[in-house]
Every structure is written in structure tokens, then in C-alpha cells.
């Protein structure tokens, strides 16, 4: 192929390099060149046009990039018409995406000219999603070249197909300790429903089952005679070695351990087995959570009816590194000398919110307002004070003297927010920005909630155990979830992103698997005083007790 600047009128035959537009004239990248151009480039004044000409021996780019996409594509791969040296490869179904990486290693060095670019081996793919294109880089290319190309191809094929989904009935088994909340298991059986949607498939068959081999070794039976081909096991406690209770409970059904661990973070600690001919997924902790990790990696090929072998996990380590997650560990410390409660020993600082406006009162600053003769944000501040919380931090904002008045002689850490007026996401990065480097963690609490009590903040405090991944710990009463909450230091960085009149809310939604519930006896941890209605309620309580 020719390439250079010629004359319009020498240039009959080749191909606009580039675009070109000069007063009425709009000629396009890729035009061919004919008479009625040539005339137009010479009567806008343009004297000179880059071009490409084909020769002999050459094949256009549209006419190479379908060839060689037709010899590259497999089984569930469909390839739309070449345009512009450019054809690209579809899911012709749902799917896992298989690849011969050295096939394709081998074409993309036959000619720089010719490039196959593919998503990563083994991505989960649905009906219609594009997996691969095949672009010839100049207007044209050497035959030789071309055929060599296709050569490779034929050689390998296929070099890219779609392994179908096959595996529709899941069966499901969670194990159980104390503490762990049905809420939670009711949110992993439908973040795991929504993972698998796609791949067609759906729970049959469900058991809860006390963490210990006897009961789990029953209920992977029941699930498997119930028709399961894939069987899930959440364990209430990760597996620690292949002789743990997950593992134990599968050789006690006549199964075998296939694999523990796995090189991908998060995902380490995944097991996968087989009993009764069909695979076992040990879940990792990590699998509770939507976000991506290394149990979808595997999940996805075993619903496509795929083989995943050890030598598969021990492959996954490069790009295994997915995110730094907020479950991830902390370092581990030497034990304590006494035997004490989850908590003990931890820094855990309050941060009282004292900033708004108070615009639903219709005048008034409610946290100045008073029951038994206190401000509520005095109120709010000693019940900080008398708890195991420390320090505690109170961010001012409207009328800060009067609301730091009010709290004179606490030994309250002060801080003012001046951005106060742009929302509640202001004072809580304020808050946070005054906490000691010591504190892992923070309870955020209201100053318009004067009947959360010491006692109230002291069990959530307990409740707080990075260990077993408690790191956001919140009241509920009656199932309803209230306030406050107590934020592990891993997610200070994403509060500290919050913009605007919001809260966290949708963190906890987020983080489903690190959420720890501390049920109450009474509402006092649903009820904020934003009306005076709702004062006068509080306040005819409060003094009645």
C-alpha cells in the first residue's frame, strides 16, 4: 500500500487519509477518491490531499478484519459486518468468556497492522455484549499477512467462544452462631440471587444449620436430594484450614476437598469440593457483599458447567488484587491477659452532631430547648460523657456560642463547622477530622436525641468487634433501624466523601456483611426531636420519669 501527499487529480483510486472541511467541503476519513472529489478539493483551493493507495497483493481493511474475525470466532460468538477496518464479536448467549491466550499472543505478532483485543478470559458475559474486535490499523493489508492471521486462527480454533450456561438449580446452607442476625443471611441469599439471575439460575433448596459438621453434613444432603447441581455453604465462621468444619461436613456426605484458598483479594478463603458428583462452594466471608471478589470468579465457571481445578485458583494471583476492602483484618495484636468482652480496650470516640438549623421547629434552635431544666444537646453530650466513648467531639454550627454555652464545663472536645448551612455531611467530616489518630471507631450521634442513654451507647460500643467483622453497629427496635451508629475507622475515609444534607444511610445498605444489629427494648433510639410536637412529647416522658 502507497501513503503519502498527492494531488487531487493524481489521487483518483486511493483513500482519504484524513478529514477534510474548508467552507462547503466536508470530505471524510476513508473516502475513496473519484472524479466529482477531486473536483471539489480543487475548487476549494486544496492543492494537496494525503492519501493511501491498495495495490496488488493487498487486502482492504474491511474485507482482513472479517476474514480474520470468521476464523478467530467459536461457539456462541456472533461477528456483525466489518466497518471501517473494525469487526466486532458478540455473546450470542450468556455466558463465561473462554480464550486461548497464546493463540492470540501468537496472531496479535503476526503483523502490527492486525490487532485482536478481547475483555479478560473468563469474564461473565450476557446475550449481545461485545467480547472482542478485530482492527486492521491502516486502509489495508499484505494478503500474506492476512493469511498468516487466519492460519494462527484455524490452528487454535476457536480462539474466542462463550461457554453457555448450564448449572440452574442452586441449593443453599447457612451455618449459624450467636450474633449473627437473620437480616444478614436473608440479604446474602439475595445478593447471591442476584449474582446468579443472569447465568439463568435460582435457589431450590435452602437450610440454616448450627456452624458444626453432624447438622451441615444433613443439610448438604438434604440440599443435594433436592435437586441441587451446585451447593453453596456460608459459613457463620470462615473456614481456617481444610479440616474445619465446612470441609469436614463434605468428606462426612463421602465427598472431596478439591481446593482451599485462593490467590484473589478479597476471596482468600474459598474452598471448593465435590460430593455426590456435584461441586461444593465453600463462600468466603467477601461473598456476602455485592461487590466483586474471588468467589465470583469461580461461581461464574461453575454455573457454566465448567472445571475449576487448583491449578485454575493458583492461576488467578496476577490481577487477584481487587480492591483493599473494609472486612479486610487488622493486624493481629497479642491477646490481652484476661479473657475480656469483644470491645474492651478499643478506642472507640463519640462525635455528638450540634450544627443544624433546626429549620423544622419553625424558629426556634431545638437543641437549646430544654426538658427537666437541660438543653438536649447538653443532654445528648453527658450521656456521651458517662459512657465508655472517649473523647467526645460536639460540632457547633448555627448560633455556636449559645449552643458552646450550653455545654459549659463538659469536658467536650469543641469543634466548629463554619460549612454548616451546605448539610449534615459537613459536621460529620468535621467530627472526624478532630478525632485522635487512636480512635478505631466512632458512634455519631444527634444532639436532638436526648433519650439515647450512656447504657445504649455502651452496647453498641460492646458490640463492636472488628474480628468477626462488626464494624458498623446500630439499634433497632421493632426491626427498625435507629440512631446512633458506630462507624469502624475503615469507613472514615468514605464518610469523609459524603457531600451534601445526607448521611450514611447508604454505606450501611452497601456493606451489608459488616452490619452488627443490637435490638432494643424501647423507641428511644428512633426518636429525634424536629417538631415541636415531638418536644413536647419527649419532654411530658422524660419528666414524667
Known amino acids: ?57 493487498d487486502v482492504p481493511e474491511d474485507e482482513a478484519a472479517a476474514d480474520i474475525a470468521a476464523a478467530v470466532a467459536g461457539e456462541g460468538v456472533r461477528v456483525d459486518r466489518a466497518f471501517t477496518g473494525r469487526a466486532n464479536l458478540f455473546a450470542e448467549a450468556a455466558g463465561v468468556l473462554l480464550l486461548d491466550r497464546a493463540a492470540i499472543d501468537r496472531l496479535n505478532r503476526v503483523d502490527p497492522a492486525i490487532t485482536l483485543a478481547t475483555l479478560p478470559a473468563f469474564a461473565p458475559v450476557v446475550a449481545g455484549k461485545m467480547i472482542a474486535t478485530v482492527k486492521i490499523i491502516p486502509f489495508a493489508v499484505e494478503a500474506r499477512s492476512r493469511d498468516r492471521a487466519m492460519v494462527v486462527a484455524d490452528e487454535a480454533k476457536p480462539l ?16 449459624l452462631l ?35 459438621s453432624r447438622a451441615l453434613a444433613q443439610a448438604l444432603d438434604e440440599v443435594l436430594q433436592a435437586g441441587a447441581e451446585l451447593v453453596i455453604v456460608f459459613g457463620a465462621s470462615a473456614i481456617a484450614d481444610r479440616r474445619d468444619v465446612i470441609p469436614a461436613a463434605v468428606e462426612a456426605i463421602g465427598g472431596a476437598i478439591g481446593h482451599f484458598g485462593m490467590p484473589v483479594d478479597p476471596g482468600n478463603l474459598l474452598l471448593i469440593a465435590e460430593a455426590q458428583g ?53 493486624p493481629r495484636e497479642l491477646p490481652p491477659p484476661a479473657a475480656p468482652t ?64 450550653a455545654l459549659a464545663s463538659l469536658d467536650v472536645r469543641l469543634v466548629h463547622n463554619p460549612d454548616y448551612a451546605q448539610g449534615l455531611s459537613t459536621s460529620v467530616k468535621a467530627g472526624l477530622a478532630a478525632l485522635p489518630p487512636e480512635s478505631e471507631a466512632a458512634i455519631v450521634c444527634l444532639g436532638d436525641m436526648p433519650q ?38 475503615r469507613f472514615f475515609p468514605e464518610l469523609i466523601a459524603l457531600e451534601g444534607d445526607v448521611g450514611a444511610r447508604h454505606l450501611i445498605g452497601a456493606y451489608p456483611e459488616v452490619v452488627t444489629e443490637v435490638p432494643v427494648e424501647n423507641a428511644a433510639a428512633m426518636v429525634d426531636i424536629d417538631t415541636p410536637d415531638a418536644l413536647r412529647a419527649a419532654k411530658a416522658e422524660m419528666e414524667r420519669a
Open 160 to 175: 474466542v467462544r462463550v461457554a453457555p450456561y448450564r448449572v440452574k438449580q442452586i441449593g443453599v446452607v447457612s451455618t
Open 278 to 330: 456435584r461441586p461444593v462452594l465453600g463462600a468466603p466471608g467477601c461473598a456476602r457483599s455485592p461487590k466483586e471478589n474471588g468467589f465470583d470468579w469461580v461461581l461464574m465457571r461453575l454455573l457454566a458447567g465448567l472445571e475449576v481445578k487448583g491449578e485454575d485458583i493458583a492461576g488467578m494471583g496476577v490481577g487477584g488484587l481487587l480492591m483493599e476492602i473494609v472486612t479486610r483484618p487488622q
Open 452 to 489: 439515647v442513654t450512656s447504657a445504649l451507647i455502651d452496647r453498641l460500643i460492646a458490640a463492636f468487634d472488628p474480628e468477626r467483622n462488626a464494624l458498623v453497629v446500630l439499634p433497632t427496635f421493632s426491626g427498625k433501624r435507629g440512631n446512633p451508629v458506630l462507624w469502624s475507622r
Open 1 to 57: 500500500m502507497k501513503f503519502g501527499p498527492m494531488a487531487p487529480a493524481e489521487a483518483l483510486g486511493a483513500i482519504a487519509v484524513h478529514s477534510i472541511r474548508k467552507g462547503d467541503l466536508v470530505l471524510k476519513k476513508g473516502t475513496r477518491i473519484g472524479e466529482a472529489e477531486a473536483a471539489a478539493l480543487q475548487a476549494a483551493g486544496i492543492d494537496e490531499i494525503v492519501v493511501a493507495r491498495i495495490e496488488p497483493g
Open 178 to 212: 450467636p450474633g449473627l442476625a437473620d437480616k444478614v443471611i436473608e440479604k446474602t441469599l439475595k445478593i447471591l440471587g442476584d449474582r446468579i439471575a443472569p447465568a439463568g439460575a435460582a435457589i431450590v433448596a435452602e437450610r440454616r444449620v448450627p456452624h458444626e
Open 342 to 405: 469483644p470491645s474492651a480496650g478499643r478506642s472507640v470516640a463519640a462525635i455528638v452532631l450540634a450544627a443544624g438549623r433546626s429549620t423544622r421547629m419553625g424558629g426556634p434552635n431545638k437543641l437549646l430547648e430544654t426538658i427537666s431544666g437541660k438543653p438536649l444537646v447538653r443532654i445528648a453530650a453527658e450521656q456521651a460523657l458517662s459512657s465508655r466513648a472517649s473523647p467526645v467531639v460536639v460540632v457547633s454550627g448555627h448560633e455556636r456560642a449559645r449552643v458552646e454555652a
